[in-house]
Every structure is written in structure tokens, then in C-alpha cells.
């Protein structure tokens, strides 16, 4: 039996990796940064690591608190770089693993161990103690892993002694997050402080305004300012330090130098005034400065929370346990214990631990976390299942074919951590504003001094002045405003379903004006099913029933079309004898007493059948690009079934998208022309073409991004491999599973065609949102620093305005977590 013009989908694609993907001797960690107040704290880290040596190049993300490092593992290594970030003023998270090693018989032994273990990429320190037969290591937060180091002590020779993995990783989670929330509940605590200190000395303030004669004596004011000014603020003179130190500026030496103006002015005043310095101090202004800034980064870490949800939901869905079957025994073991090759039992309810194939068992599971799909998917024998999918009712046998770090979610959550430490190119020139910001601010406080004095001649309205200045201006809502738009806008689109691999594939996506679509696979099905049948004899079921019992005896894939169409209308199919296959033409067995033939036209006349009643009807499917396949029943012709790869449900909707969002759409087929016009004329692209080859793909794509289009390509064949690395931004479809995963610039989890507009819709929205931000965080300090210097703004009005600054532009980015694709039917 021929296939015409049927094509049998190929094996997955594995794009080439785009340009500027890290190559070479080159080693990448990532890893938490503390101590950074703001993007100037940011800007001035990432010029430190640029310049030690043996660093190609060095992100510091300030929303996310994270550093990116791509370093020559030969010039320099981890304990070094964290070295040069504390050298730097700032602190390195890294966690604590403890574990017994056996097998070591002396000192050597131990020295040799500890040296193999400091060899890891991530640790910073590790000590192996002989007697106790016991080893511990610090390492970088998110860069060691303990799996990591148990290899490096198999590698050395001995046995590393460990509980399980999953155990040992489940308590750093549960430590990393208790921290977390302790640190909340501390500056929580320290801010209720500040504002219980403060409020006495701002409800004078106020009276004072509204004409009550209510005033605190000197000395009591000294007393609540204070504790607030060098207790509470001491974090904002350590920071300065730093940052001046290192020759640079930042948010808190503002802070520091506008509120201890303040103070150091109204301690002035209540040494030579006495009690008549009541009703003239400005400890309010400091303290107030101080509770507000506090309340502004506790509102902001609150809010910087959120928009890394997406992360920590994909993070929670890895299940602790699992059920394996071991010796005809159901043994519950920790996940990481779980090999390639166990079979594993999900119970009703349960979430699935690892990825794998149904051996045994039929339900239905919730993928929607995983993959976006919102409707539940049914799994039987030989399907795959992803783990963190959650099983319906049924129970299930799988058979685990990936676990820990090569499971589909552990490359998700990989994959959307990759995007969101990104950094975009509109951030680099943020950045460069960043290192030039704060020592603007304080010429511009030192300008608004002077001119007021020469002015006013008043001290007290210049330094209030000047004062105001140094607090209004803030470089944390210019830092903030690109990576927390990227970071949620990323986490919205993966639990759409829409992976984006870093942050060029999202800056070139939204810029997209052209998408060029392979055919099979893509916007169809990619796998020949029947489309039409037209009887001449008997009835249709009775047609397609000899027909399928038939096909029981070959694999050929327009076979299992026929198999899969009986299965489909319930048909009982019966036994096959003396079944026979005729390469190119068709195949032919005995069914019921019945010598059974099917195939196409050459096939009918070898075997003396006369198939002019159905010439007319073959003709019409045969220029709509269809297979037709002729069906005999002792030398009767009993009918014809057309046979093509069906286009998916969802493909036109998906083009009508592209088209409403202004894009224009083309589809190129290795197909017949017939078929990729009749395709075309189904889902609505505006320009198809058939019978292309795989570097005739890669040849359209080139020239179209020569003539200025920013080109989309979206496929799933090994044959789509040149156009995909052509293409501004290559897309996999439905390839979650695989390699494409790691190298596509954009991998959708599920094939659906409508998903492709939906990437653009979420990549247009999150630059639009970096733009939102990037004008409110500038206009605001345009419009901020001149009132302020003008007198117009008190510091206690200043502050709570830059307090809000940063908050107002993390909320904004926050707004993305409601976007949804727009999946029209």
C-alpha cells in the first residue's frame, strides 16, 4: 500500500541552540544575593564581579536578589566569586549539607575528599572529619546540590552516607522558607517599632498644624528619635558605608545623609536652644523618614513575593513519595530513591512522581499546571504521564522513565528560572542611570542648599529643602521595573503552558510580524486518520469493519487509521487468516470466509477490479490532497475511505488570532501542493506552499529576515531543525518532553496551534508593562526632585512618596498574573 501524499510524522525536532547561548570552557552558577537596597547596589555588584578575573560575564537581578555567572572554571571558582561579592559589601545565601562518608582508612584519605568536594561548582566551604567519618559543606543556594555531592565522593573513591535526597532537599525548601518568613515577621516587628517610636513625635506635628499648643519637651524627642535614627536606621549608615567605600552610591546613603541632616540639626538646636528649642526641631522628618523607607521595602518584599509565585507552585508540585512495586511488594520510597525502569502506583487523588509510560490501568489526569491544559487527559496503557499531574479516578501502573533532574518539571522550573534572571537590554541602560543616579541627586541637594540660602538666607528652609531632595529621589522603581514585569509575566505564560527560554526569545517575540508554520504535526495532527467514507455496497460499518479486521495484521500507520476508526465507532472486529502485505500497493487476508482487499488503484487492477463507480468521487479527494484507499469483499467493490492527516480543531482559531494581533501567517509543507492548498484553505494562512524542502524552509525564512520581517518558526519535525534555527524566534510545539525543551527559544507544552498567538499576546504585554514601569519610575522622580527642590514637598511627604514609588511599580508588574491566552474555538 502506497502512502501518496500522507505523511507520517517524524520523530521530534531538536533545534539548534540559538545564538549566544554559553559555549566553550565555560562554567554558569546563579545564585541569592543579600544585602542589595537597591539598583545602584545591583549596578555596582555586577561591576565588581566583571572585573575578577576569570568572569566572562555577570548579571545581578536586584528584584529577584539573584547574580547570573558565566566564569572559566581554570582562572577562578565559587568560593572565589562569593568571596567577591562580600568584598563587594553584600552577602551570599548558601545552605549547609552534613552527611557520613565511609570508606576513608587516613588523613590522606579526608584531605583527599575534602579537596574533590570543594571542586564542585557552588561550594564555598568543606570540612571532612576523619573519626566521625563525616563530612560538611557549604554551598551557593540553587547552585550544590546534594546529589551533586555524593557524586563528587563516588568520583573520590568512598560512600556517601544519606537518608535520601528528596529528604534532604525537602528540609532546605522547609528551612529556605522558614527563614524567609522569618525575616518578614522580624522587620515586620522592627517597623511596628519605628512606628510606635515615631508616632508620638508625628501626632505633635500634627497638632502643632491643626493649631493645638501640644508640644514634647526637647529631651523627649531625643529619646524617640534616637533608637530610631542609629537602632532601627543602622542598616542604612552599614549599607552607606559600603557603597562609599567602594566608590559608588546608593538608596541609603540618601537615607542616611538626608535623615542624619535632620537629627544632627535638631541636636544642634537643643544644645543651644534648651526648651526653647520646642516647636523648631525636625526629628520627626528623620524618624518618619526612616519608619516610611522601612515600610516601603516591607510593602515591596511582600510584593516581590509574588511575583515569583509561579516558581514556587511549579516547586510544590513535586510529590516527597512515591508507591513502587518491588518484589511483587508496594514499598513507599522517597522519589529520589526511584530508578528508571520501577513501576510505580498512583492511587485516585494521588499527584504522579515521576514521568513515565502507562503500563497498567486507565484514568484520566489534571495536567493543567503542567501543561495549561485546562480539561482532564486520558491516560491509558502506552501513553506518557509527566509528574506533578494529578490522577483522576482510575489507578495507574507507570513504568518511571525520568526522574530528579531529567523530569519534565525539574527542566520547567529550570527553564522559567533561566527567563526570569534575564536581563533585558532596556535594563542594561537602567543600569547605567543607576551608577550615575545618586551622585546627581546629591549635586542637585547641594545646588538646592545653596540657592536657597542665597535666596531666603533661611537655614532652616534650604536644609529642608536640600533635605527633601536627597529623600524624594529613589533608584529602587527604575531598578524594579523591568525584571519584575519579566519575572511575572514568565511565570503567567508557564502556567499557560508557554515556555520561554530566556529573556532575548521574550524581547524578540513581541516584536514578531511574521509566522511561518510546518504543516504536519503542527497545524495538523500528524498522523493519517479516515476523513470520509463513501459506500457503493452493503452498509458503512460493515465496510470499515472487514476493513480494520484486516489492518490487525500490519503497522503500517494508515493501518492503524483503519484500527483506530473501528475503535472510534465501536465496531467488534473479527479474526484475520492468511493475512498478506503488498508493498506500495495494499494488503489483503481472509475475514469471515471472506478474501478481503484493500489499497489503492494500482492494487485494484492487479486484481481485476473494476473501480469505475467510484472514479468520481476518488478524483474530488484526490485533488483536495486526500489518499483514497479502495475496499473489496470477494472480488466486490464495497466502497472507498479517504484518508489524510487531519487538521487540528484549534488551528484556525489559533490563525485568526495571529492575523486579529496583525501578524501574518505562512505554512510550508514537504507535502503535494494539494494538500498544502487544501490545508490552507481549512485553517485560514495567507500564503502556503508545497512540496518544500527542509533547506528550501531554511531559505524562505532567511530571505523574509532579510527584507526586515521579524520571523516566527513553529514546527515539531527533525525536517524543521534549519528553518528553526533561522527564525528570530524558533517555537516547538507539544515537545515538552524532550530536548527542544532546553533549546527552543519558545516550547509550547501542548499542540495547540492557538498557543503560538497566545506566546506573542504575553510577550507584548510584559514589554508593554516594562515600559509602564520604566515611564512612571523616571517621570516620577522628574517631576518629584524639582517640586522637592522647590520647597514644595515636606521630607515626611517625600518619603512616604518614594516609599510608594517602588510598591506602585511592583503592583503594576503584579497586574500580569492576570493574563490568560485568549483561546477563542
Not at 6 to 34: L, R, Y
Not at 504 to 529: N, Q, V, Y
Amino acid at each position: 500500500m502506497t502512502t501518496m501524499d500522507i505523511a507520517v510524522p517524524e520523530d521530534i525536532a531538536v533545534p539548534e541552540a540559538q545564538s549566544g547561548d554559553a559555549a566553550g570552557p565555560f562554567e554558569h552558577i546563579d545564585f541569592p544575593v543579600t544585602g542589595m537596597t537597591c539598583n545602584a547596589c545591583a549596578a555596582r555588584l555586577e561591576k565588581a564581579l566583571s572585573r575578577q578575573e576569570g568572569i566572562k560575564e555577570a548579571h545581578v537581578n536586584f528584584a529577584l536578589e539573584r547574580a547570573d555567572i558565566d566564569f572559566d572554571p581554570s582562572s577562578t571558582d565559587a568560593p572565589s566569586i562569593a568571596q567577591a561579592v562580600q568584598n563587594a559589601g553584600f552577602g551570599v545565601a548558601d545552605r549547609s549539607f552534613s552527611f557520613g562518608v565511609e570508606g576513608m582508612t587516613c588523613a590522606a584519605c579526608s584531605g583527599r575528599l575534602e579537596k574533590a568536594l570543594k571542586a564542585v561548582p557552588g561550594v564555598t566551604e568543606a570540612s571532612v572529619n576523619l573519626v566521625l567519618e563525616r563530612a560538611d559543606v557549604n554551598g551557593l543556594v540553587g547552585v550544590v546540590t546534594l546529589d551533586d555531592l555524593v557524586q563528587a565522593v563516588d568520583r573520590a573513591g568512598y560512600t556517601a552516607r544519606i537518608a535520601s535526597e528528596s529528604e534532604e532537599q525537602a528540609r532546605s525548601d522547609e528551612q529556605f522558607q522558614a527563614k524567609e518568613k522569618a525575616r518578614l515577621r522580624r522587620e515586620l516587628w522592627i517597623l511596628l517599632t519605628s512606628a510606635a517610636l515615631t508616632a508620638p513625635l508625628v501626632i505633635q506635628m500634627v497638632a502643632m498644624n491643626l493649631g493645638f499648643d501640644f508640644h514634647l519637651q526637647p529631651a523627649m524627642e531625643v529619646l524617640l528619635a534616637t533608637p530610631v535614627q542609629f537602632v532601627i536606621g543602622l542598616r542604612f549608615y552599614k549599607s552607606a558605608y559600603k557603597a562609599l567605600a567602594a566608590r559608588s552610591g546608593n538608596m541609603d546613603v540618601l537615607v542616611a545623609m538626608g535623615t542624619s541632616a535632620a537629627y544632627f540639626y535638631s541636636i544642634y538646636l537643643t544644645v543651644i536652644l534648651g526648651e526653647a528649642a520646642q516647636g523648631q526641631l525636625y526629628f520627626e522628618a528623620s524618624a518618619v523618614i526612616i519608619t516610611l523607607v522601612l515600610f516601603g521595602k516591607y510593602l515591596e518584599a511582600r510584593a516581590k513575593r509574588g511575583t515569583t509565585a509561579a516558581i514556587r507552585s511549579l516547586m510544590d508540585l513535586r510529590p516527597e513519595t512515591a508507591r513502587v512495586l518491588k518484589n511483587g511488594k508496594e514499598v513507599e520510597l522517597p522519589v529520589s530513591d526511584v530508578l528508571k525502569g520501577d513501576l510505580v502506583i498512583i492511587r485516585p487523588g494521588e499527584r504522579v512522581p515521576v514521568d513515565g509510560t502507562v503500563k497498567e490501568g486507565q484514568s484520566e489526569l489534571d495536567e493543567s499546571l503542567i501543561t495549561g491544559e485546562s480539561l482532564p487527559v486520558v491516560k491509558e496503557p502506552g501513553t506518557k504521564v509527566t509528574g506533578g499531574s494529578i490522577n483522576g479516578t482510575g489507578l495507574l501502573k507507570v513504568e518511571a522513565t525520568a526522574v530528579g533532574k531529567d523530569s519534565t518539571l525539574s527542566k520547567i522550573i529550570r527553564l522559567v528560572e533561566n527567563a526570569q534572571t534575564g536581563k533585558a537590554p532596556v535594563q542594561r541602560l537602567v543600569d547605567r542611570i543607576s551608577e550615575v543616579f545618586v551622585p546627581v541627586v546629591i549635586g542637585i541637594a547641594v545646588l538646592t542648599f545653596i540657592v536657597w540660602m542665597v535666596v531666603s538666607g533661611d537655614f532652616e528652609i534650604s536644609l529642608i529643602a536640600a533635605v527633601s531632595v536627597l529623600v524624594i529621589a529613589c533608584p529602587c522603581a527604575l531598578g524594579l521595573a523591568t525584571p519584575t514585569a519579566i519575572v511575572t509575566g514568565t511565570g503567567s505564560a508557564a502556567r499557560a503552558g508557554i515556555l520561554i527560554k530566556d529573556i532575548a526569545a521574550l524581547e524578540r517575540a513581541h516584536r514578531l510580524d511574521t509566522i511561518i508554520f510546518d504543516k504536519t504535526g503542527t497545524l495538523t495532527e500528524g498522523h493519517p486518520a479516515i476523513v470520509e467514507t463513501h459506500v457503493l455496497k452493503g452498509q458503512s460499518s460493515d465496510m470499515l469493519r472487514l476493513a480494520a479486521s484486516v489492518q490487525q495484521g500490519s503497522e503500517h500507520p494508515l493501518a492503524k487509521a483503519f484500527v483506530d476508526r473501528a475503535a472510534d465507532d465501536s465496531l467488534d472486529l473479527s479474526p484475520i487468516t492468511e493475512f498478506r502485505s503488498f508493498t506500495g500497493l495494499g494488503v489483503a487476508g481472509v475475514v469471515d470466509g471472506m478474501d478481503v482487499a484493500l489499497g489503492n488503484r494500482a492494487f485494484m487492477a492487479e486484481r481485476h477490479i473494476d473501480t469505475a463507480p467510484g472514479e468520481t468521487i476518488a478524483a474530488k479527494w484526490e485533488g483536495e490532497g486526500k489518499t483514497a484507499i479502495w475496499i473489496v469483499a470477494n472480488s466486490e467493490l464495497k466502497g472507498l475511505a479517504a484518508l489524510a492527516d487531519p487538521v487540528r480543531p484549534e488551528a484556525a482559531a489559533g490563525i485568526q488570532e495571529l492575523k486579529r494581533l496583525g501578524i501574518k501567517t505562512l505554512m510550508l509543507t514537504g507535502d503535494a501542493e494539494a494538500v498544502a492548498q487544501s490545508v490552507a484553505r481549512e485553517v485560514g494562512v495567507d500564503v502556503a506552499k508545497g512540496q518544500v524542502r527542509p533547506e528550501d524552509k531554511a531559505r524562505e525564512v532567511t530571505e523574509l529576515v532579510a527584507q526586515g520581517h521579524a520571523v516566527g518558526m513553529i514546527g515539531d519535525g527533525i525536517n524543521d531543525a534549519p528553518a528553526l534555527a533561522a527564525a528570530d524566534v524558533s517555537i516547538a510545539m507539544g515537545t515538552g518532553t524532550d530536548i527542544a525543551m532546553e533549546t527552543a527559544g519558545i516550547t509550547l507544552m501542548r499542540s495547540d496551534p492557538r498557543l503560538v498567538a497566545a506566546a506573542i499576546s504575553v510577550s507584548r504585554a510584559t514589554w508593554n508593562k516594562i515600559w509602564q514601569n520604566l515611564f512612571w519610575a523616571f517621570i516620577y522622580n522628574v517631576i518629584g526632585i524639582p517640586l522637592a527642590a522647590l520647597g514644595m514637598l515636606t521630607p515626611a511627604i517625600a518619603a512616604a512618596a518614594m516609599a510608594m514609588s517602588s510598591v506602585s511599580v511592583v503592583s503594576n508588574s503584579l497586574l500580569l498574573r492576570r493574563w490568560k491566552p485568549k483561546l477563542i474555538d
